[in-house]
């Protein structure tokens, strides 16, 4: 009798041990969301960076072997498939700073003095074109700060920028781009849209960011409503093409079939 007290006993253990072990998920222990081993799993393709052309890389370093491992006698020759390693640096960074001297000569027949003029590709500024638009990807691309910004030019660029200079540098680049925007936004009114409507913050203030996708490009434009108004903005009265909308009544049966524009019943949905 004792002996199978003692065997209940044992397999009453073994049981609650492997019932805590099925208990177990990634919020009681330090097991992974999917159960899984972190890393790649049995069978799974590996996911290798892909060599680089030859005719692409900068600097080739041939690595040969001098003596051989084992008779210690010289090695010649070269094989005719190396091992490879392709290793990418970025070159040091440093400003590129040039100096304009505008010089002042007077006429020897009337006195008057004369300036010289900068370049046409020269502005009154003290950045350039590509120092321009990296702080436009960094405060519009990447919503950066204003103030990260300026870190970010003076450790990594060695350019020293102020608050105020980025402003100006943004307003630079988006009349710069001005044309381009515009362009783009009366391409997208001649094709196919899918259109969406989230919340944007500018300035701290509540906005939509009305956003246009075609195939061959996207078209963001930011306005204070969501309503009709700033859908017959963004659209056009015109538009004839077909629009894809999470508003827009569809067949239940075919969720993603696109349908033509039918501007009454848009106009009941976004009221």
Request: proline share 7%; net charge positive.
């Amino acid at each position: 009798m004792e002996y199978y007290e003692q065997r209940i006993a044992t397999l009453e253990a073994e049981v609650r041990e492997v019932t805590a072990r099925l208990n177990q998920n990634s919020q009681n222990s330090s097991k992974p969301p999917s159960g899984r081993k972190p890393g790649g799993q049995l069978g799974h393709p590996p996911h290798q960076r892909a060599f680089v052309p030859i005719e692409k890389v900068d600097t080739v370093v041939v690595c040969k072997p001098e003596p051989c491992r084992r008779c210690g006698k010289p090695l010649t020759g070269s094989d005719p498939e190396p091992w490879r390693q392709q290793v990418v640096e970025l070159p040091p960074v440093r400003p590129h700073l040039t100096e304009y001297q505008r010089h002042r000569l007077r006429g020897t027949g009337c006195g008057i003095t004369t300036c010289g003029e900068l370049p046409g590709e020269v502005g009154a500024t003290c950045y350039g074109p590509r120092l321009a638009s990296i702080v436009a990807l960094c405060t519009g691309g990447y919503r950066m700060s204003k103030r990260m910004v300026v870190s970010f030019c003076r450790d990594v660029f060695g350019s020293e920028l102020s608050v105020g200079e980025i402003c100006q540098i943004e307003q630079r680049v988006t009349n710069a781009v001005a044309p381009a925007v515009e362009e783009a936004a009366v391409y997208v009114q001649s094709y196919d849209l899918s259109i969406e409507e989230p919340s944007w913050k500018e300035q701290r203030k509540r906005r939509t960011l009305w956003t246009r996708v075609t195939s061959q490009l996207s078209v963001f434009t930011s306005a204070t409503g969501r309503g009709v108004a700033g859908l017959q903005q963004v659209v056009g009265d015109w538009y004839c093409g077909t629009l894809t909308t999470d508003r827009a009544q569809v067949d239940d049966s075919q969720p993603l079939r696109r349908r033509p524009v039918c501007w009454s019943q848009l106009m009941r949905d976004f009221r």
